[in-house]
């Protein structure tokens, strides 16, 4: 059985160089920022189309990070990468997480129980969206505060 060569960037999963798996990360980033810049322009909200484009070229510049990294993260072949733990999920990170996944679900679970509760018996007008946005940040949280808490006291 060959072992691949493993490097800091690793390679593509169908071959080719590290610089080649970063250049195509660089481009599949730009088209997948582009692309949300172009929906802020499209979908966005009414305003001056100078502000409409700022907004556009910002959010895309915002968003460019994050795509190049989701791209290296499709294209990355793991076993060429350096460092690379070869089970993630057997590994001692990987049940810190479970832990703390697990028991923010419940947090959750308690969480939309008593706010929907709140809800239906006081008369509170609150927009959906806020709603959610804070059910995302809250289990974002929770897991953060509860993966730090398992490694300090397993780790």
């Known amino acids: 059985m060959k072992t691949a060569t493993r490097s800091k960037w690793g390679r593509a999963r169908f071959g080719g160089s590290p610089a080649l798996l970063i250049l195509l990360s660089v481009l599949g980033g730009l088209v997948l920022s582009a692309a949300f810049a172009w929906l802020i322009w499209q979908f966005g909200p009414d305003a001056v189309a100078q502000?409409?484009?700022?907004?556009?070229?910002?959010?895309?510049?915002?968003?460019?990070?994050?795509?190049?990294?989701?791209?290296?993260?499709?294209?990355?072949?793991?076993?060429?990468?350096?460092?690379?733990?070869?089970?993630?999920?057997?590994?001692?990170?990987?049940?810190?997480?479970?832990?703390?996944?697990?028991?923010?679900?419940?947090?959750?679970?308690a969480m939309c129980g008593l706010g929907a509760m709140a809800l239906g018996l006081l008369p509170i007008d609150v927009d959906p969206v806020m709603v959610l946005c804070g059910v995302v940040m809250f289990a974002a949280v929770d897991t953060t505060v509860r993966y730090l808490l398992i490694k300090k006291v397993e780790g």
Not at 56 to 70: E, I, R, S, Y
């Open 51 to 109: 502000r409409k484009a700022l907004a556009a070229v910002v959010a895309g510049l915002v968003m460019f990070p994050a795509a190049f990294a989701l791209c290296w993260v499709i294209m990355l072949d793991r076993d060429t990468l350096a460092g690379a733990v070869k089970d993630p999920d057997s590994s001692i990170e990987g049940k810190w997480y479970e832990k703390a996944a697990f028991g923010t679900f419940h947090d959750l679970i």
